[in-house]
C-alpha cells in the first residue's frame, strides 16, 4: 500500500495565489519527486530532488527535500489556470530504490 | 517515438476475459516499469525490467497478472481471467537505467484504461 501521506487532498483559489502542498512518510526516502498528471495523460515530472536539504526551483515551482529524508514540500508561485490538476509526490526508497512510491494526489483548482 | 506510448488507450472487456496491454518505451531505455492506478489514488508498482528480465515483480497483485518484454525493448503486461477489480488506469514507465539518480527519472506513457464489465 501506500507510503506516503499527502496534503491537501484538494486546494481551490484564486488566479495569482502561491500554492503550498506537502508529503510525509514514516520511512526514509533516497529521492523525491514531484509530478503532475492532467486527465487522461501519463503523470509529468516537475521537480526531482536527490540531496536531504535540497532546494530547487523550476520556473515558478519550488521544491525541498526534508533533512529528515522523509518529507518534501512544492510551492507554486503566482499560480495560472493552467497549473490545474492534480500534483503527486513519490519517492524511491534507498533500499530497492528502482520502484517509485506515491502520494494520494493534490487536486489543484483555479478560480479565475 | 520521443515518448512513452501505450495502445490501447481504452480496453473494454468482460470479466472472466484475457487480456494484454503494449508499452513501447522511449528508445534507448533499458529499464521498463509498469504502474496501476485506480480512480482518486496515486499510481502503486506492479513490477520493472531491467533489459529483458523482470527485476522485482513484488507489485503484481496475483498470479493472473504476467508481464513480459522478450527482446528488451517493447513490453507486454496480460491479464487472465479478468475481474471488475482490475479496472484502472495501466501506467508504463521508462528510464535509461534502473535506480533513482539525476539524470535517470522514470517518464510515464498516457496509460491504458481498461474497464473489465
Known amino acids: 500500500g501506500q507510503q506516503l501521506n499527502q496534503s491537501p487532498q484538494s486546494m481551490f483559489i484564486q488566479e495569482g495565489e502561491d500554492v503550498s502542498m506537502n508529503c510525509t512518510s514514516s520511512s526514509i526516502f533516497n529521492t523525491w519527486l514531484w509530478y503532475k498528471q492532467d486527465p487522461g495523460e501519463g503523470p509529468v515530472l516537475l521537480i526531482a530532488?536527490?540531496?536531504?536539504?535540497e532546494l530547487t526551483s523550476n520556473g515558478r515551482l519550488t521544491a525541498q527535500f526534508g533533512i529528515t529524508r522523509k518529507d518534501s514540500f512544492l510551492n507554486i508561485s503566482a499560480s495560472i489556470p493552467s497549473d490545474v490538476g492534480i500534483y503527486f509526490c513519490a519517492g524511491q526508497l534507498i533500499q530497492g530504490a528502482q520502484k517509485l512510491v506515491f502520494g494520494q494526489g493534490t487536486r489543484l483548482t483555479i478560480n479565475p | 517515438g520521443a515518448g512513452v506510448s501505450q495502445t490501447p488507450s481504452n480496453k473494454v472487456t468482460e470479466k472472466g476475459k484475457y487480456v494484454e496491454l503494449r508499452c513501447d518505451p522511449i528508445s534507448g531505455h533499458t529499464a521498463l516499469y509498469w504502474y496501476r492506478q485506480s480512480l482518486g489514488q496515486g499510481p502503486e508498482f506492479l513490477i520493472y525490467?531491467?533489459?529483458?528480465?523482470?527485476?522485482?515483480d513484488s507489485g503484481l497483485p496475483n498470479d493472473r497478472f504476467f508481464a513480459v518484454r522478450p527482446e528488451g525493448s517493447v513490453s507486454t503486461l496480460k491479464i487472465q481471467r479478468t475481474e471488475r477489480g482490475d479496472s484502472a488506469v495501466y501506467l508504463c514507465?521508462?528510464?535509461?537505467?534502473?535506480?533513482?539518480?539525476?539524470?535517470?527519472?522514470?517518464?510515464f506513457g498516457p496509460g491504458t484504461r481498461l474497464t473489465v464489465l
Open positions: 525490467f531491467q533489459g529483458t528480465g523482470a527485476a522485482d
Open positions: 530532488l536527490y540531496k536531504a536539504g
Open positions: 514507465a521508462s528510464s535509461f537505467q534502473a535506480g533513482g539518480w539525476a539524470g535517470n527519472e522514470q517518464f
